[in-house]
């Protein structure tokens, strides 16, 4: 028996049928192993050692896959082919080693760029070994990643509290847009007018002429900036006789453009389909792993994840054969067309995305497909098709026309073109960000030299520069690949994760950046300023390139890497939180302080009057406050102009109270009046903005609706007990007494009635408790000595939280539990102990019977203040308390997991030994 692993299930099924009884395909679902989220997992003291961990969700399918090999008579590899397939046949293979399940079968690694019978059975039969200098450029850009993310991170959870994370390529993405948002806020309109004057030949036929020059002199388009100015030339123009001076016509030739690679298909199916980055790569690797075809699962396109442009002789032959059926042969070119790549790494270049048959029509996969998908794939199949298409031929006509006033000589111009021959434009016209110029597609009269025109309309318009475009996804992952910062098969991901953290936010297709986004730049640039240059960050993707292409040792990369590296976080250490506020203060003064219409102090307390505003950090994040403050309360976020500022919507019909979208430090909510229209002990409505909603869109209907929630939508027909629909963490819902039932995709939670409801309460409860709300035994952390036991991470039902000798803290909203460090777990429970909160039962009843509490009081408040001087020194904080010593029973479990991690330390020094 012959043993296959690849990534995914479905590839495991599809291929399966490929290959027969002989075969027995399984899937790892990925990565098998990767560094823990702890420090030391990589360790640059031992020659960049790397400490590897099974993930226990795939440990039982390992033990699965151990068992059948050992009776197998070959091993094949067939994970995807790129650098990242490359390193999970490694992972596997090593970790088959580690349980010794590997004999005497041969072991053979098989790659294929598309999932059809051919392709695998062709496949098959080029067997090859692991490519190693791949794998090595894996580890270096994984342990170059966890070094910048498990070293800088922690560096701005200390000094900028709020922000959650930084990265390698991460940072500099964000630093693009931040840039642009720059540029916006800096820019000053400029005023300037333009002159088109509409025009008729002798036979009637009409068209524009804009005004280019006047008395020998050329008018640009930025040159008429006043009024005045311009309303001389029309004066000018009224009078004057229009005759054409020459009319020059010349021929064009429009190429198609290449075959997608990964980037330019996130670019096309962002302006085209307004698909995400992230969505355009999950259905397209739908379309790779197939999709069941007549009863046989086929896969629609090829690999997703490429820089090359080239497509397979026999797919050239078949794409030329189906635009002769479809388009005539006049569409087809003498010979096929060659395109050449960019990519500065060959070894990773692979074929271009393509249909794995040009014969698919996408109408005849349209009821196979869901919207997206087919979608997606005429996307694909037309860019492939337009690419060995003929030429667009056309003809660009210019007519320069005189208007002689007098004694002054004006000079007029009109552009066209005229399409001779479609060509390739029949099929496929790539997408542009911004519209394109009219008169590039705008078709002129006939006309010849010496005709004279008649005038007969003149349009004088006023014009204000606008300052550079947000980035779209598109036009960011554009950037990026333009100044080499990443690689195209990480673009989706780095996009999702900013947005993820709330560094930048999408909104009418384009990314603007956050605050916090801000502040995080600001303090890379200002203390880490080398990390986040663009030329530094491309010149280490070509060394990590240079890896794969075994011309450079990866230990030799990370070394060159992390001694400036280190040096520089060895250098804040001592900076203090409120040293780095003043140097962001400063920064991004002109983001934060606008000038004041009467010319005042901008960074005056409009509230107290006499306190000046500065900036300052919070556990959400950084925000604008009084300096006088515990005396004035004061505080809004970082920019005073943004879409949090407070914006009165109009009357609510039932109360004539203002309806208002008020910013406040913890966000953006809506209220109803003011504190004044209520009684002492009363205060204003409030109403959350759902997550997935901006505050620009919140308009005064929908916000009475908010401020309606929860509403009660009627008894429930068995105990009369009134059932409400709200919206609360998890979304929308309706409740009946402690039951909750989220509402689901058609439901409103503003109509929702109540037959409905009660029917999804009904289904709540045959399913039983939600598995947040339940028990949860929790998942280890890690380690904390200084307590003397393992730090758990467990879900209740308020959120996840982390716990250790009952001290419970809960993890921030913008933090992913499952991605929680060590290091982030040990300071949640720190700063929870230094609060006083989830003690031990035991712990509260001894401090509530003490005899001496005015002594406890005082060293409390000492050490709090010890350790508040450490933190602003940069240091690490120390715990509060110090738990009492365990039982032996207890006491024995950390000395188990040691024993364990150093078995696995040594495996994998073994595995790297023999790797080398």
Request: proline share 5%; net charge positive.
């Amino acid at each position: 028996m012959n043993i296959v692993i690849v990534e995914s299930p479905a590839k495991a099924k599809t291929i399966n049928k490929y290959l027969g009884d002989s075969y027995e395909v399984f899937a790892s679902y990925g990565h098998v192993r990767d560094l823990p989220a702890k420090n030391g997992s990589v360790d640059p003291d031992a020659n960049f050692q790397m400490i590897w961990e099974v993930d226990p969700k795939a440990a039982g399918r390992l033990n699965d896959i151990a068992r059948v090999v050992k009776d197998a008579d070959k091993l094949i590899l067939a994970t995807d082919p790129d650098r990242e397939g490359e390193a999970i046949s490694w992972h596997v293979l090593e970790v088959l080693k580690q349980k010794r399940a590997l004999k005497d079968q041969k072991i053979e690694r098989v790659v294929f760029n598309a999932i059809t019978k051919q392709a695998v059975t062709e496949a098959m039969k080029h067997p090859r070994q692991i490519d190693g200098a791949l794998v090595d450029a894996y580890m270096a850009r994984r342990a170059l990643d966890y070094l910048v993310g498990f070293t800088l991170s922690p560096v701005l959870w200390r000094k900028l509290p709020g922000a959650r994370s930084a990265g390698r390529v991460q940072s500099v993405a964000l630093r693009l847009v931040c840039d642009r948002e720059l540029e916006i806020e800096k820019f000053v309109p400029r005023e300037y007018w333009s002159l088109l004057a509409n025009l008729a030949t002798p036979r009637g036929d009409t068209f524009e002429a804009r005004l280019v020059g006047a008395d020998g002199k050329k008018i640009q388009r930025l040159d008429i900036g006043s009024g005045a100015e311009a309303e001389d030339f029309k004066k000018a123009l009224e009078a004057a006789n229009y005759t054409v001076t020459t009319v020059e016509a010349k021929p064009a030739r429009r190429n198609p453009q290449a075959p997608f690679t990964t980037s330019t298909l996130q670019q096309e199916a962002s302006r085209k389909l307004g698909f995400a980055p992230a969505h355009t790569m999950r259905i397209a690797q739908r379309l790779y792993e197939g999709i069941d075809i007549g009863g046989e699962t086929t896969g629609l396109i090829t690999y997703m994840r490429t820089d090359g442009v080239s497509i397979a002789p026999e797919a050239v032959t078949q794409t030329r054969k189906v635009i002769g059926e479809e388009y005539g042969k006049t569409y087809v070119p003498d010979a096929p067309r060659q395109y050449s790549s960019k990519a500065k790494n060959a070894q990773e270049a692979h074929e271009a995305i393509r249909p794995t048959d040009l014969s698919r029509r996408p109408a005849s996969l349209r009821s196979r497909l869901d919207n997206d998908q087919a979608r997606l794939y005429e996307l694909i199949w037309m860019r492939t098709i337009a690419s060995q298409m003929e030429s667009a031929e056309l003809e660009r006509t210019t007519v320069d026309i005189t208007a002689k006033a007098g004694a002054r000589t004006l000079e007029l111009r009109a552009t066209g073109q005229v399409v001779k021959f479609d060509g390739f434009l029949a099929v496929y016209q790539e997408g542009r960000d911004d519209d394109p110029d009219d008169e590039e597609s705008r078709r002129l009269p006939a006309m010849s030299e010496g005709e004279a025109l008649k005038r007969e309309s003149l349009n004088v318009t006023q014009h204000f520069t606008e300052p550079p475009p947000r980035f779209s996804e598109a036009s960011l992952v554009k950037r990026m690949e333009e100044l080499g910062i990443g690689r195209p098969s990480t673009y989706a991901s780095i996009l999702q994760v900013l947005k993820d953290r709330g560094y930048v936010k999408l909104e009418k297709k384009r990314l603007s950046a956050e605050d916090k986004g801000r502040v995080v730049v600001a303090f890379l640039e200002n203390f880490f300023a080398r990390y986040v240059e663009f030329d530094f960050t491309a010149d280490l993707e070509e060394k990590l390139d240079k890896i794969s292409n075994n011309e450079v040792a990866w230990q030799q990369v990370l070394k060159d890497f992390w001694t400036d590296f280190i040096g520089a976080v060895d250098g804040i250490k001592d900076v203090r939180v409120s040293e780095v506020l003043d140097v962001l203060d400063a920064m991004l003064g002109e983001h934060i302080y606008e000038p004041r219409a009467d010319g005042g102090d901008p960074r005056q307390c409009p509230s107290c009057g006499t306190g000046k505003l500065n900036l300052k950090a919070g556990k959400f994040g950084a925000f604008v406050g009084c300096s006088n403050y515990p005396e004035c309360r004061y505080t809004r976020p970082l920019a005073a102009s943004s879409g949090q500022s407070d914006r009165v919507l109009g009357k609510d019909p039932a109360t004539n109270l203002d309806v208002a979208v008020k910013a406040g430090r913890f966000g953006p909510y809506i209220q109803l009046g003011e504190p004044k229209d209520y009684g002492e002990d009363q205060k204003p409505k409030r109403a959350g903005i759902p997550k997935n909603m901006s505050p620009a869109d919140v308009e005064l209907e929908l916000a009475i609706k908010l401020l309606a929630l929860p509403r009660d939508v009627g008894p429930h027909p068995e105990d009369g007990e009134i059932i409400t629909a709200g919206i609360g963490r998890f979304g929308p819902f309706v409740r009946h007494g402690k039951t909750y039932a989220s509402l689901e995709a058609g439901d409103d939670v503003y109509n929702v009635g109540l037959n409905r409801a009660v029917t999804l309460i009904a289904e709540k409860i045959a399913k039983g408790p939600s598995r947040r709300f339940g028990a949860d035994p929790g998942k280890a952390v890690g380690e904390y000595p200084a307590r003397g036991g393992t730090i758990m991470l467990k879900k209740g039902r308020y959120g996840a939280y982390v716990t250790i000798d009952g001290i419970n803290a809960t993890i921030p909203d913008d933090k992913e539990p499952e991605k929680l460090t060590l290091e982030e777990a040990i300071a949640l429970i720190e700063d929870r102990a230094k609060k006083g909160g989830g003690k031990p039962k035991r712990a509260a009843k001894k401090a509530a019977t003490s005899k001496k509490p005015a002594k406890k009081a005082a060293a409390k408040k000492s050490s709090k203040t010890a350790a508040k001087a450490d933190d602003d020194a940069g240091a690490e904080v120390t715990p509060i308390t110090a738990a009492k010593p365990r039982a032996a029973k207890k006491a024995a479990a950390p000395k188990k997991v040691a024993a364990k991690k150093t078995t696995k330390v040594a495996a994998t020094k073994s595995a790297g030994k023999a790797r080398g």
